[in-house]
DNA sequence: GATTAGCACTCTCACTTGATGAGTGCTAAC
DNA sequence: GTTAGCACTCATCAAGTGAGAGTGCTAATC
């Protein structure tokens, strides 16, 4: 049972309307601001309608109606319209993620502050890592007699390290072939494979310093590698959503922030999303029953895929801010292109439910 | 003009009443509570005295009493006892600290978890670092022929580390060149000094492909050692804060959130401060006047400092929170003593006055 | 002179009441 | 199918009320 065609422009109407002002909207306003052509009391009808098809709620009897996710969801799929950026943010865009272009953190940094200054929403950018990111080189880098750097780098270019005490000195020369070693042993081969894996003990352990070195190094590695699946998540804008009338009361600010506290647990659900703009709202989402989250990915290369996303409440400006995402991660994907490359990278914009 | 021995129990009374209950404090209360031998109608007239003299607010006419900043001062310096730690609290410290000992970032971490777990605080902790921090060695590595890996290493074992993507491809060799060279050129100087002074020019230039090469990784080895200032810091239970009734209200609560988005700034704040554990209360603090602030410092091999600090409303257990913090700061320095050293690294308890 | 009991006074808080206004849902007329 | 009209519902606001907690003052007491 499809909605005629006033259905869809009443429910666009009240889409609007309660983006705006995040108030119940009823059928008098609705007639007044919108030229429809009918009445408030045909409205009224169509309203109920709707509401009994499920696209609106009502808060109490005589309020005005509020469009539940159903109606986000048909909005978004169906009704809403590409905006064009201000050519304010379009400078601003450019300007700021160009300041820092031969640097991969930094830019990305620059894309989620960006975002939320833009979105008045909280933010997130993550550099290109996925589950699948390989290990390139493992290195120890010596500071003091006891005192050492654990360095893994990943085939995209992540680097994670963590400075290491050792109860007994080490050498120098021991430093070095342990390096080669772990690096012989573990390149190639993903994160979640060496995690889950095996650890290998056969390689040189013909050396009683260098096995004494690796026993002492080896459990700090495993640790420094889940830290590294976690790659480099920026957030920004948290407090942004304080201005929000949604979130006035105190538990559900409270809440909002707790799920950014856990940002292992955030980086996994991100990872685990689709390529492209991809929106789920409300319910579609497991946790965070009452946000919506959009996320978009650009790219490298055209291949290695890195996310940035906003997150907000139900109500949002859908139609602004998947443009000016789409905007963003193009502009990302094309600085992040190696010169001569043609691939677009698939980044097509699919808005699919998750 | 010095309190009586009676008015410091008042005041003492009162503290302890209003830090466990948040609610102002009237004298009928007082004199059911804690036997002072005194009626009401005394300990009214002593509240009063309190009052003229600035130890005590009145939030309005028949409300009870409020400890004023200049109270709690005098309580941090002159009332309070050192507290006992529970045996929990000690086992879960010193299980936790030693989980990870061998690395520096994840012990400092755990400090700062267990800080805001145990006080129901918001802390931070942050890794050996001052503004003073020499440049130990630079390094830079491949990853593939545009993708490098610029890396700074301070004397403490501190490591920055940015991934650069340069227009033009480079050589294995002229990496190594400009590594050494760098090294060379910033070895022994301090952050703050590079920062400042002239950027040198000289070394080594006499090679085409090697000036070029400097010519784009000097700007983000610039911008690299800024972020170096800023060195580890790990913030955690920022939203245990809205807990406390001081932070019911969404603009108090969303103010003290938007201090902490503010790292760099947070950081420079922190690393002024005293060593030792120091208490700043209310107005004491030229930012956050209605928070109180600890913070502590805990030695590496008795010289570096890093610090770890709570932060509350300027109501907080200040005789439980402040043992915490030296018996965490001395597990810490403990824990990072060269085996054979002595030195305890000067952890006096100063509790002064910023 | 210090301490205390007594009492009037002040202020907050929770609760009630009534008026207002926005909005719906139904019915009957167009 | 559309619309006007009207009764009904519900949230919100302001004003009013009583209870409770606490102070500040005064006069009596130790």
Same mark, same amino acid.
């Given at each position: 049972?499809?909605?005629?065609?006033?259905?869809?422009?009443? $429910?666009?109407?009240?889409?609007?309307?309660?983006?705006? =002002?995040?108030?119940?909207?009823?059928?008098?306003?609705?007639? %007044?601001?919108?030229?429809?052509?009918?009445?408030?009391?045909?409205?009224?009808?169509?309203?109920?309608?709707?509401?009994? !098809?499920?696209?609106?709620? +009502?808060? +109490?009897?005589?309020?005005?109606?509020?469009?539940?996710?159903?109606?986000?969801?048909?909005?978004?799929?169906? $009704?809403? #319209?590409? #905006?064009?950026?201000?050519?304010?943010?379009?400078?601003?865009? =450019?300007?700021?993620?160009?300041?820092?272009?031969?640097?991969?953190?930094?830019?990305?940094? +620059?894309?989620?502050?960006?975002?939320?200054?833009?979105?008045? @929403?909280?933010?997130?950018? !993550?550099?290109?890592?996925? =589950?699948?990111?390989?290990?390139?080189?493992?290195?120890l880098?010596p500071?003091?007699?006891?005192?050492l750097?654990?360095?893994?780098? *990943?085939?995209?270019?992540?680097?994670?390290?963590?400075?290491? /005490?050792l109860?007994v000195p080490y050498t120098q020369e021991s430093l070095e072939l342990l390096s080669?070693n772990?690096?012989?042993?573990?390149?190639?081969?993903? @994160?979640?494979?060496?995690?889950?894996?095996?650890?290998?003990?056969?390689?040189g352990?013909?050396i009683e310093a260098l096995s004494q070195l690796r026993?002492s190094v080896?459990?700090?590695?495993?640790?420094? $590698?889940?830290? !590294?699946?976690?790659?480099?998540?920026?957030?920004?804008?948290?407090?942004?959503?304080?201005?929000?009338?949604?979130?006035?009361?105190?538990?559900?600010?409270?809440?909002?922030?707790? @799920?950014?506290? /856990?940002?292992?647990?955030?980086?996994?659900?991100?990872?685990?999303?689709?390529?492209?703009?991809?929106?789920?709202?409300?319910?579609?989402?497991?946790?965070?029953?009452?946000?919506?989250?959009?996320?978009?990915?650009? +790219?490298?290369?055209?291949?290695?895929?890195?996310?940035? *996303?906003?997150?907000?409440?139900?109500?949002?400006?859908?139609?602004?801010?998947?443009?000016? !995402?789409?905007?963003?991660?193009?502009?990302?994907?094309?600085?992040?292109? @190696?010169?001569?490359?043609?691939?677009? *990278? =698939?980044? *097509?914009? %699919?808005?699919? %439910?998750?």
């Amino acid at each position: 049972m499809d909605l005629s065609e006033r259905q869809l422009q009443i $429910l666009q109407a009240i889409i609007t309307d309660y983006v705006e =002002n995040a108030e119940p909207v009823g059928s008098r306003s609705i007639a %007044k601001k919108y030229d429809l052509g009918v009445s408030p009391a045909t409205i009224r009808n169509e309203m109920s309608d709707l509401e009994d !098809m499920g696209y609106l709620t +009502h808060p +109490h009897t005589s309020a005005g109606r509020v469009p539940s996710d159903k109606a986000y969801r048909l909005y978004v799929n169906e $009704l809403m #319209k590409k #905006k064009n950026l201000s050519a304010k943010d379009k400078r601003m865009i =450019n300007d700021r993620l160009s300041a820092s272009r031969d640097e991969f953190d930094r830019t990305i940094r +620059h894309a989620a502050e960006l975002l939320s200054e833009i979105t008045h @929403l909280a933010s997130f950018a !993550m550099t290109p890592a996925t =589950n699948e990111e390989t290990i390139s080189f493992i290195r120890l880098l010596p500071v003091d007699e006891r005192t050492l750097i654990l360095m893994i780098v *990943g085939e995209s270019g992540n680097v994670t390290n963590t400075t290491l /005490r050792l109860n007994v000195p080490y050498t120098q020369e021991s430093l070095e072939l342990l390096s080669k070693n772990m690096t012989v042993s573990y390149k190639g081969r993903t @994160l979640d494979d060496v995690l889950k894996g095996e650890i290998i003990h056969d390689v040189g352990s013909d050396i009683e310093a260098l096995s004494q070195l690796r026993g002492s190094v080896m459990p700090s590695f495993l640790r420094t $590698l889940e830290d !590294m699946l976690n790659v480099n998540l920026y957030m920004e804008g948290m407090t942004n959503i304080f201005n929000l009338p949604e979130y006035t009361s105190i538990d559900r600010a409270r809440d909002f922030m707790e @799920l950014f506290a /856990r940002k292992d647990w955030f980086t996994q659900k991100m990872l685990a999303r689709d390529d492209g703009v991809v929106v789920t709202i409300g319910e579609e989402n497991d946790t965070m029953k009452d946000c919506t989250l959009i996320t978009a990915t650009y +790219h490298v290369d055209g291949k290695l895929v890195g996310k940035i *996303g906003v997150i907000g409440p139900t109500r949002m400006k859908y139609d602004e801010i998947t443009s000016i !995402m789409e905007y963003l991660t193009n502009n990302l994907s094309e600085s992040f292109r @190696l010169p001569g490359s043609t691939g677009d *990278g =698939n980044s *097509g914009d %699919k808005k699919q %439910k998750k």
